[in-house]
């Protein structure tokens, strides 16, 4: 009886453990948060290479591969020129662009 008792016990502790690593909703795995922090990167290395975002200020959120852009930029055309540098990154699926033109 003892027996069965210990491995009852060893059974609920693993169990315990293997759902308590399980990604639930709303929370990243670190796989993923990786993922979104190297296509953060990526967009903003992208964003501080073109001219026409000079003296910007772009604010860059990726989430399960979804750029979200913010800020303000100075022209139309700085507006859609940051939504092409983020959408052609690698690793992204869509780009929320809500910049704003000043």
Request: hydrophobic share 40%.
């Amino acid at each position: 009886m003892k027996r069965l008792i210990q491995a009852f016990v060893m059974a609920v502790a693993v169990a315990a453990g293997i759902t308590g690593c399980a990604v639930t909703g709303g929370q990243e795995s670190t796989g993923q948060y990786v993922d979104d922090a190297t296509i953060t990167t990526r967009v903003k290395t992208g964003l501080s290479k073109e001219p026409l975002l000079n003296n910007t200020a772009v604010d860059v959120d990726t989430k399960d591969h979804v750029v979200t852009l913010r800020g303000t930029v100075g022209s139309g055309p700085a507006k859609t020129r940051a939504e092409e540098i983020a959408t052609a990154t690698s690793g992204v699926s869509r780009v929320v662009n809500e910049l704003v033109v000043r």
